[in-house]
Structures are given as C-alpha cells and as structure tokens.
C-alpha cells in the first residue's frame, strides 16, 4: 500500500501545497526547492507553479541533483532572492493529469473525506494525511455518536496495510482494522 504525497496542510481553495523554495545559490539566480511532494518529477524546466492565487512563476531551469531551480526572468541573485520562502502551489487537475499513480495508490486528498469503518461501524472521517518521520497518519475526526459517548475528537491512525484494510475513493469509504483500539486509547 502506497500513498502518493500532495500535501493539502497548506492548501488554499482550489490549489495544493507542493513546496517551499529556499536561499539563493550561485551567481545565476538558482533557488534551493525544498519538496514537499511524492513527485519530484513534476518539477522540469517549462514547468508553472502558483505563489497564490493571483501569481505564478515559471521554471527556466532545474537541476533535481542539487534541487536547485531558476525562475524565468530572474537570473541573478538579488533578483531571485524575492522568491526565498515562498510557497510554490498546483492544482488537482494538473496533479492528476502530470502525477501517475500506480495500482493501490491514492493522492492525500482523494482521502480526505472518506468515512472510516470497522467491523461495519463508523469511527469518522479522514480530515487530512499528514507524514510524521517516515510514516503516513490519517488525521480522522472522530464521528459525533463516538465523541457523544466519551471518545476523543480525533485520533491518528497510521496509513499502513496492517490498520487500512481497502480503500474506495469514488465511495469515499475506508475500511480499517485496529482503528477502535487507537481510538479508545487516545
């Protein structure tokens, strides 16, 4: 089971958080990117990113070795410089149409939604996936019979064959397995 990254924590509207660019490198105007994205080969010379919803910048060069990229017109470093910690953003269809998944894998948000069930109960939805270390975490909102009754707003549950038993993004449903024991545990 693999789960495709494209971080919704920074989402805004319609646009997907993929990474944050960093200092300037060289004397050409070269950005270190920092990835937040399963999908590095998005990131190629030609390539356009939003900053927000108003702008956006094109890639004039990339080199995924050193993860050093050039924003076209910005070739020198006191010009590039303005882009240091800025945010770079996609959308949903350009990440489905440029990012191929393989058999059994999921984008973060074709999860977010899915109801969560064990053993024909519901203990929630899936708010968001977040990656803590190594490990993929579905932050699920614990279903409002479950909190009525004592139980915590929200839990983590690891994205893992042995919790997530199937998975139908069309449904919006995921069956888990262990999920009860988090719960009750948190």
């Given amino acids: 089971m693999v789960l495709a990254t494209v971080s919704m924590s920074k989402q805004s509207n319609k646009l997907i958080y993929i990474a944050t660019i960093g200092k300037t490198v060289g004397l050409k105007g070269d950005l270190k990117l920092h990835i937040h994205s399963d999908f590095p080969e998005q990131f190629i010379s030609g390539a356009t990113f939003s900053l927000n919803e108003k702008e956006s910048i094109t890639l004039s060069h990339v080199n995924g070795d050193k993860t050093l990229i050039r924003i076209e017109g910005f070739d ?44 024909g109960k519901v203990l929630g939805v899936v708010e968001n996936v977040e990656r803590i270390a190594i490990t993929n975490y579905l932050f699920i909102k614990t279903d ?43």
């Fill in 144 to 186: 409002k019979t479950l909190v009525d009754s004592g139980f915590t707003k929200s839990f983590l549950l690891p994205y893992h064959k042995n919790f997530v038993l199937a998975t139908d993004v069309e449904k919006k449903i995921m069956t888990v397995s262990g999920a009860m024991d988090i719960l009750e545990a948190s």
């Fill in 76 to 119: 020198n470093p006191e010009s590039a410089r303005k882009f240091t910690n800025k945010d770079l953003y996609t959308t949903i269809e350009k990440t489905r149409k440029e990012c191929h998944l393989e058999n059994g894998e999921f984008f973060w948000f074709d999860l977010e939604g899915c109801t969560v069930v064990e053993n």
